[in-house]
């Protein structure tokens, strides 16, 4: 039913936009009742964001034994859950989720957290190889991350696939440099 | 006039929102004929964008005579900038601009290329002062100081003054490390 659910969020996106989908069509295009969706999702942001942009069981990347290729790979996901969402409705859901404080209380806690979690896994795993000498300031690696590939798909509209991951690739060189470089030489003006 | 415009188009942004707001109303509203409005803008996303995010003349702020304390104001820019606008009306603004391929062309031509030019200046200082050694991608840079700021605005709605401020601080020191940061060591898993 989940799939079907969806299945259903994913058909309606496409064909009516944000805008044009309610917990109804959802329903009847999925065949199911809405109480069953009302059982999985207490609106329509949570579901369409656990069915378009990504749900609560997200993992980090496999370890691929580097800092910096875990955040290839981890801004690739980031880049792939902004993307699968076309852009004019991620753009509808972001303002459904701002118009309603509670919904935005409910998506920071599950679906936000699930995302830093990801990053915390990555994290401590480069502070388990020696990497990092102790996990950095979360919410700024986080918004780094997350903000970088969203400026770059809403503000620049470079959603070609190759792009893309060229652009998710030299993020996280620069945050991976960020995070693991030893301290600047002074500046002159310093 | 153009203040008119300005001052017309924030009040009707904070009384009707981004979709309340129309060419008609605007003008009523500044006491200028329509034809006076498009003299200045093709179309309502560039005049709002103009009024509530930022114009064509902003310029890189002031030489600090460091590339830390100039990323800091540089970022506190961004975030004034994208505070202006009341957040529903920037998601608003940000749909329509994405739906309008022609319209999305003349703004990255001229807003964007006027934050691209702000960031140039910041890093070709430090390039004069020795502090880079040339001037990095800068479409990487760009898009982490805004992408950073506006994912802090918009996903985590955290847009008090004081929180925003240290916000951008915070970034502005990890862009600086990374930007200026000598190799790091190598990763043992590397």
Sequence with gaps: MDAAIVAACRQLLAEAGYGGITMDTVAARAGVGKAAIYRRYAG????VFAAAVHDLTI????????LRADLTALCADIAASLTTIPAPSLLGLLADITADPASAARIQEAFVETERACVTEVLERAVRRGELPAVPDLTAVHALLTGSMLSWILMLHRT???TLDEFAAAIADLVT??????PPKPSPAE
Tied chains: 1, 2.
């Design 44 to 47: 329509k942001q949570e579901m």
């Design 177 to 182: 440099t960020t995070l693991t470089a030893r």
């Design 59 to 66: 993992t980090a990347p496999a370890d691929s034994g580097s």
């Design 160 to 162: 070609d696939r190759r």
